[in-house]
Each structure stands twice: as structure tokens, then as C-alpha cells.
């Protein structure tokens, strides 16, 4: 049996707790009838951001059919945000700038509706004007009208019992009268369900009613109860061939919501309706040379001059402890293999470097652009965190075309000590106001993946080459092309992990 959740997707933002999860009315519906075995599909328009791609894996994971699911570039994903105190949900506000909007019913989407045993949508759908396309379907269509008043209008009732064989809603605190005669009204021509947290749930019907009585729990998260609810109970009805406009034995009816209510009750024991907060990344913190632009074989060419002038050369081993490392570090390298004093080398480097400067320009990595661009419109932050100074990155930046693309840059000049001290990415971290755990560390030198690594982030060596030294044990992985860092980090967008 084929159930089709149609509707809405979002995030539930529980703020007090700093945890999201997927929510929305038909993405839970659909997750919960794949849990109950059946065969299940999503049917709903996705943003292009960060937590649709979760979304979308997540159903994925739950073996939910998503494929006929649009996606809109640029745009974003409704965000829920909410308190949760001893289980219950205070709502906070919605955030819903750039927000996707609903599905638009198309022959394709109605295709998908034809296919169906069973319809599941709701109010949250934001799809009312498009109701009539339900009417005439073969399938059992269930609608949630929710718990908000303003949603129960004479003329939403009248649409509404016009398409579906079920109506649900969640009693709340508000007006029990009000309440009644809506139910008397839907009652005259569907099967109506009313949720009422740990009191008995009724049911009424153009020929009686009745009151089944609710597993008593302790709720942990009543996210997701009454989809729960109302996917049992479709399903359940459905497998028993109802629609409405047949008689109902009650005994059926009763079996059916108990066991609907024993699967909601269970919904409320697990946080966030199933227990899968987003913990992908939040953020990209990016060295820069070497990893924005080809400077490290430059800075390479400057050392070599700088020592050639004195009948020197670049031993390997000098060569490879200075790449990637910082400038006080450099100096004292230089100053070693020289015979003078870091502080003498500090400006000899300088006036040769201002003689010399780096040509940015002609030395940007393939794939800089196309990543970051994606990356912002996946909605993550980007930083630069890099041991050179401010005036070379700043630089960097005009000469490359990325200004504007990173919303924050740490230098050498921003910290007291630089890689393979952490210091530089947890500032950009604290900058970016993200936990340095939700951050995703690009660089080239084992000064950075140790300095990523220690911060807390996760660590990637940006190895170009086979000359570019070897990564250790601290790298969670190594990428030698920008669309390779890309697309691992969408992989762990989609998955939620990190």
C-alpha cells in the first residue's frame, strides 16, 4: 500500500536546547508510514539550503520515495523555532525569508497523487487553493486542519470536507464550544479525529461517535505526535478498505485508534519525533595559501632568492618546515640557515617581498568560485583563517574577485600565536559565531590540519599533489580538488553528521 505524505517541510529549531530537527506535517507523516512498514513517499517542493539537502537525505535514510520532489534554486528552508520545556513546545517564531513555498500541483505531482492509496496532507501544506486537485482521487485522503482557530472558517471546513475522507485536529486550549460545532459541522460528511493530549481522543461520523481512551505517557517531545496519530490511523483504516461514505463498524474504528494512539504515545518518548538532529557542518574556515591560491610555490621562490643572494641554497629539510608555517617561524629558519637573527631577517624579507609581490591574479586554485558559491547558497559561513598578514589576504581577496565572499578573515595579526597553534580557527569560529565542532577546517599544511584538528573542527588536508607533504593521522580526510572538498561537504550536509 503506497501512502503519500503532500505538504510542507522544515526545521524545528528547538532554541533553548540548540538542536534541530526535521519537522513538517507531511514529513513526518512520511517517515512515520515508512516505520510502519508501508510503502512510503514525500511529495513536496525543497530549498536549495543546507537543511533541504538534510531533509532530503534524511528521508532517503528512512526509505522515503523522494524522487519526484522539485528542488528551487535560491531559496531557503522554513525554520520553526521553539522553546521545549518538560516536553511541551512553546512556540518562538517562524524564520521564513527566501522560504521555498508550497508545491505547486502540476501534471507530473498529480501523476504521483494517482499512484497513491493513501493522501496525507494539512493546513501547514499552504496549499488550500489547490485542494480540488484531491477531489475524485481513489485513494483515502486525510487532512490536518491542526490547532489554530483561525484555520476552522466556515469556508476552509466546507473545502476541506469537499476532498477528504478524514479530518484531524488537536483540541489545544482554545474555545471547547467553538470546537464542538466544528466538529458537528465536518461530522455530517467525514470521519473527524480530535487529539487531546492524555485525555481520551474522539471520533465522530455522520452516523455516532465515540471516545478511545490514550496510552498514558510521560512525554519527552510531543513533536510529530499527531502525524503519528494521523498516519496509523489512515493507514489502518485504508488496509481495511474504508472511505468515506461507508458504514464504520465501531469495533473496527476503536481497534484502529488504539493502535494509532499507541503509536503516537511512542512519538512522544523520542526527541525532536525522531531522534535525528541536524549535526552537519555550519560553517567553512579556510586556510589561504595553498589552498585559495597557489602561493606556497611563490613564498617558496622568495626564500630561494632571499638565500641565493647569499650563496645559499634551500635544503628539503629547511623547505619542508617552512611550508605552511608561520612568519616567526620563517624567520627563525631563515635566520639559521643565514647566520642572522630572526629580528635581522624580518626586514630583509620585507623589502624583498614589497620589491617582489606575490601576483595573486595568476595563481588562483581551479574550483574556488563554483565552491564557495555553492556553499553560500547551502546558507553555510565562510571564513579565511590564515597565518599571513592582513594587508597580503586583503589583497589576496581584490586580486581573486572574492571580496565579499567570506563573512569573516583572521590573520596573523588577529591572534598571539599562529598555526599549529588553534588559536586562528578558534577565532574565526568565535567570529562566525559558530561552535568550533560544526566547522569544516580546508588546509594544505600539517601546521594547519594540526591547528584544525585541535581547535575541534573537522579537519581537511587540501593535498593538490603528490609534492605536497603528507597529511597525518590528524586529517579527517584528504581532497585535492575543490569540487572534491565540495562534495564531501555536501555529503555531510545531507547527512547531518560531521
Not at 166 to 177: N, R, T
Amino acid at each position: 500500500m503506497r501512502i503519500l505524505a503532500l505538504g510542507d517541510n522544515v526545521v524545528d529549531v528547538y532554541r533553548n536546547q540548540g538542536v534541530t530537527y526535521p519537522g513538517g506535517n507531511a514529513l513526518n507523516v512520511a517517515v512515520n508510514a515508512a516505520r510502519l512498514g508501508y510503502d512510503a513517499a514525500y511529495l513536496g517542493a525543497f530549498a536549495s539550503d543546507a537543511y533541504a539537502s538534510f531533509l532530503q537525505g534524511f528521508l532517503e535514510r528512512e526509505g522515503v520515495d523522494v524522487t519526484a520532489c522539485p528542488v528551487v534554486s535560491g531559496t531557503t528552508t522554513k525554520r520553526c523555532v521553539e522553546d521545549v520545556v518538560e516536553g511541551e513546545r512553546h512556540f518562538v517564531c517562524v524564520e521564513d525569508n527566501g522560504w521555498v513555498g508550497p508545491l505547486v500541483l502540476d501534471k507530473a505531482a498529480c501523476a504521483q497523487l494517482d499512484m497513491a492509496d493513501v493522501v496525507c496532507t494539512s493546513v501547514n501544506a499552504k496549499m488550500d487553493g489547490q485542494l480540488q486537485v484531491l477531489a475524485g482521487l481513489s485513494a483515502l485522503v486525510a487532512y490536518d486542519l491542526g490547532e489554530k482557530e483561525k484555520y476552522r472558517t466556515p469556508e476552509q471546513l466546507a473545502a476541506v470536507a469537499q476532498v477528504a475522507d478524514i479530518v484531524q485536529l488537536s483540541a489545544g486550549d482554545g474555545d471547547q464550544e467553538a470546537l464542538e460545532k466544528v466538529v458537528q459541522t465536518l461530522a455530517q460528511q467525514v470521519l473527524v479525529v480530535v487529539t487531546r493530549g492524555s485525555d481520551p481522543t474522539l471520533l465522530a461520523w455522520p452516523d455516532g461517535r465515540m471516545e478511545v481512551a490514550v496510552r498514558p505517557v510521560r512525554p519527552r517531545d510531543t513533536m510529530g505526535a499527531g502525524d503519528a496519530h494521523l498516519t496509523a490511523l489512515a493507514c489502518g483504516l485504508a488496509e481495511k478498505g474504508w472511505r468515506r461514505g461507508q458504514g464504520v463498524e465501531p469495533e473496527t474504528l476503536r481497534s484502529v485508534a488504539e493502535h494509532a494512539g499507541t503509536w503516537a504515545a511512542q512519538a512522544c518518548l523520542t526527541d525532536g519525533g525522531f531522534q535525528t538532529p541536524y549535526e552537519g557542518p555550519l560553517a567553512v574556515v579556510y586556510d589561504m595559501d595553498g589552498v585559495l591560491v597557489a602561493s606556497e610555490q611563490a613564498w617558496e621562490g622568495i626564500f630561494r632568492a632571499l638565500l641565493a643572494a647569499r650563496g645559499l641554497g634551500l635544503p628539503d629539510d629547511a623547505r619542508r618546515d617552512l611550508y605552511g608555517c608561520s612568519d616567526e617561524h620563517e624567520n627563525e629558519v631563515l635566520g639559521a640557515l643565514m647566520g642572522l637573527a630572526p629580528q635581522e631577517v624580518a626586514p630583509i624579507k620585507a623589502a624583498y617581498v614589497q620589491a617582489h609581490p606575490i601576483d595573486y591574479a595568476s595563481i588562483g586554485i581551479p574550483g574556488v568560485h563554483r565552491a564557495t558559491r555553492r556553499l553560500r547558497e547551502l546558507g553555510l559561513r565562510l571564513a579565511i583563517a590564515t597565518s599571513s598578514p592582513a594587508a597580503d589576504a586583503q589583497r589576496m581577496l581584490a586580486e581573486r574577485e572574492l571580496e565579499g565572499v567570506f563573512d569573516v578573515m583572521v590573520t596573523a595579526q588577529d591572534v598571539e600565536k599562529t598555526k599549529p597553534d588553534p588559536a586562528l580557527y578558534l577565532c574565526a569560529a568565535r567570529q562566525l559565531g559558530v561552535d568550533p565542532s560544526r566547522c569544516v577546517a580546508v588546509d594544505d599544511s600539517p601546521y594547519g590540519v594540526e591547528a584544525a584538528h585541535r581547535a575541534g573542527m573537522y579537519a581537511v588536508h587540501f593535498a593538490q599533489s603528490d609534492a605536497t607533504p603528507a597529511v597525518d593521522a590528524l586529517a579527517r580526510c584528504v581532497c585535492r580538488t575543490h569540487d572534491e572538498v565540495l562534495d564531501m561537504i555536501e555529503q555531510l550536509v545531507r547527512n547531518g553528521s560531521r
